[in-house]
Structure formats: C-alpha cells, structure tokens
C-alpha cells in the first residue's frame, strides 16, 4: 500500500519512518515521491475525501468546516519546497555523547517537493482573519493521527507564530500527485523553511490563539537545548522551541569512503536553510583551507541550492567538507561538539566525506 522505492530504507516500520541515502537524494532535483523521507510519530490514518473537513477555529470570525471540493474552489498555488526533520544528521553526534530514545537519523531526513495546495492566508481570510492586522498569536495545526504516549492518546500537532503565516501553504499535491497516505493525504500543512515537525500531516484543524499549540510536539519535543544541558537536568520551560531551520549543506557525492582514479572529479552537494542560500565553499583537507563552488541558480525562495566543483587531486586521502552560508551571513559550524544536544537536533556542523584518490 505505501509505495516506496527498493532504496527507501526504514529506521521503523511501525510507525513507518525512513528514507534514502544520499547518492539518492543528489540524483534528483526534486525527490520523487517514492523517495521522500517519512517522519511519523503515529500511524498513517485512512482518510475518507468525502467525508474529510477541515475546522478553522479560535480567534477568528467565522468558524469554517471545508470539504475537499470547497478547497479546490479556493485559488490554487505551487511552492517549491525542502522539508527537513530537526532530526535529521542525528546520528553524527551520537559520537560525542548518548541520545536517548530518538530514532538516529543519518543524511536522509531531507527532501525537496514541488507542492500545491492552497494558501494558508486564503483559509484564514474566508474565516474572517486578515492576516497584517494581528501583531501577535499563534496558528495551531492539528491532525487526524492518534499519538499513544505515557498512557495517553492525542493527536499530533504543532503551531507557528503569525508572521509565519503568509508563507504556508495548505498541500493537496506532491510532485503533481495527490499527497501519498504517509505524507499527509488528503492535506498538510507546509511550512517552508521551518522544522518539519511544524508540517503537520493529514490536516484536521487551524485553530488562531494568543498562545503556541499545547501539544506534546510543541510544548515538549522539539525544544533546543544547550550542549551542556542533559535529560536529568532539562528545563523544558525555558528550552526555545524549534522553528526556523539554519543553514545547512551535504556531499551527495563522491560517496563517503569512496576510491576514486587520479584526474578531475566532481563533488556535489545540497545546500538549505530558513533563509537564501548565497553560498557554498569546500574544503578537501577537513576545513583548513577553503575554495568555491558553484550554485546552480535558484529555483524559488525555498528550494535547496544543488552545487558542485570540479577539482584535480593528486593521489592521496583527502576529507571533502562542505561550508554553506545564508543571505544573513550565518554559517555552518566547523566542530560537532558546537550543535551538539541531548535531543539530537538541528545538527548544521559542516559536513564531511573522506576519500581516496589514485
Ligand atoms: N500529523 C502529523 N504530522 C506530522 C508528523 C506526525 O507524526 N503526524 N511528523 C512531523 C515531522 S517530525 C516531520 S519531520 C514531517 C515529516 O513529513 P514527511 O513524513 O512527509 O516527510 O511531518 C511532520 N508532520
Ligand atoms: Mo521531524
């Protein structure tokens, strides 16, 4: 039933969680559907098109209940976007230090989708909601899944601030398909340039309130803790929650550990983050000296950059590190040990492959 390709490769299987290996996600501009990583935190509920609606409440004028058919009647957009799980590149700092209870994601919990749906601001404003006249409050999603945690059962959600708003868009379509059952069928939330964690799947409610979503995922997972606090001593009050990705790249290729013959080779990458990507250098001996890459030109405000150099080694071992900058000038950290939290999460330290050549 859910149909994904032989190299989708899962960390769980219930709830279904995975993805491919990074040769795989550099070979595409866009990853295929059956390619894209899946970060469930339930199972994938089966939802009736007829019988669907989606509830807009809280803060609004007019409460909404809309079907499918009244969706399609709004004005319909695309927006080409990567979708990243804070997660993703956990596995690397499991070296410096245990991280317990999460799934030790390596390079796969990222992708790139073109989407379509319609916009967030379209639902808000039929509800009543001009978006520019609120100055503060937030928007909650919530979804049709049911999460069993601690002896209790709620669905998943997750909320963004209102200036985030007029970016969103409400996906019905993936790559010109309607959403697959695991990415949220018949609709999500997407929200370009955040955690993915805020993309909520299989999208039953919007509620506009004063105060951030009181789900689980938002009040207690996905919260940014300092390299030295740990579990026993977590305050998860004061713990920032989660929103805006930083700028982040990976080697697609050559592979890591790959042996390659002397003559000029191509190194390749990906580079995102909340903000534009300006700029990508590269490394071959581990960060102590730098040279340029070359960006392919952008394909919209949230797309990843693809990049890649051509370079002549001489035979020899070499460490390719990838070193990405935003339109803000932030950068990647060079060491591990700078990202590193107890949580695993939002790991954007430069990214490394040792190779050999000759
Ligand atoms: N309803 C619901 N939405 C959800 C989740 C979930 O478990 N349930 N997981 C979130 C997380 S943590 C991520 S990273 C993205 C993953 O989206 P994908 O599975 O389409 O790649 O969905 C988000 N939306
Ligand atoms: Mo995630």
Known sequence: MIGKHPAFTAYLSDPLNGGVPLVELGAHPLTPNDRFF????????????????????????????????????????????????????????????????????????VSSAHWSGVRLSDVLALAGIDLPRFETGHIAFEGLDTIQKDDQTFPYGGSIPLDKAG????????NGDPL????????????????????????????????????????????????YDRKETADWSAAPMLGELPVNSLITAPAANANLPAGEITVQGLAWGGRPVERVDLSTDGGATWGSTQLAPADGRWNWRRWSARLHLPAGNY????????????????????????????????????????
């Not at 970016?167 to 993936?174: G, I, K, Q, S, Y």
């Not at 803000?328 to 060491?335: G, L, S």
């Not at 949580?343 to 000759?358: T, V």
Request: glycine share 6%; proline share 7%.
């Open 180 to 227: 697959p059952p695991e990415h949220g069928f018949p609709l999500r939330a997407l929200v370009p340039g955040w955690i993915g964690a805020r993309s909520v799947k299989w999208l039953g409610r919007i509620s506009v309130q004063d105060t951030p979503s009181d789900n689980y995922y938002q009040t207690r997972a996905y919260r940014h803790f300092a390299p």
């Open 38 to 109: 899946v970060r469930s935190h339930g199972d994938i509920p089966m939802l009736s098109p007829s019988a669907y609606r989606l509830r807009v409440d809280g803060r609004v004028r007019v409460h909404l209940e809309l079907s499918l058919p009244a969706l399609a009647a709004l004005p319909q957009h695309e927006l080409t976007a990567v979708l990243q799980c804070a997660g993703n590149r956990r596995v690397e700092l499991l070296a410096l230090g245990d991280i317990p209870d999460e799934i030790l994601w390596d390079t796969e919990g």
């Open 319 to 358: 460490e390719l590190t990838a070193r990405a900058w935003d339109s803000a000038a932030n950068t990647q950290p060079d060491q591990l040990a700078v990202v590193w939290n107890w949580k695993g999460y939002m790991n954007n330290a430069c990214h490394r492959a040792r190779i050999q050549i000759g």
């Open 167 to 174: 970016d969103v868009l409400l996906a019905t379509h993936m």
